[in-house]
């Protein structure tokens, strides 16, 4: 039971970090395909 927790937690968190990679590199990619804005 505790193993298969485990899994389910260590899941969740790459599944968090993946998230937070993918919004990270969309951000970057508006931000230097959008003309400056200053």
Not at 8 to 37: K, Q
């Amino acid at each position: 039971m505790g193993h298969c927790l485990a899994v389910i937690r260590i899941g969740a968190y790459i599944g968090v970090f993946g998230v937070f990679v993918v919004i990270g590199v969309c951000g970057h990619v508006l931000f230097f395909l959008s003309p400056p804005r200053l």
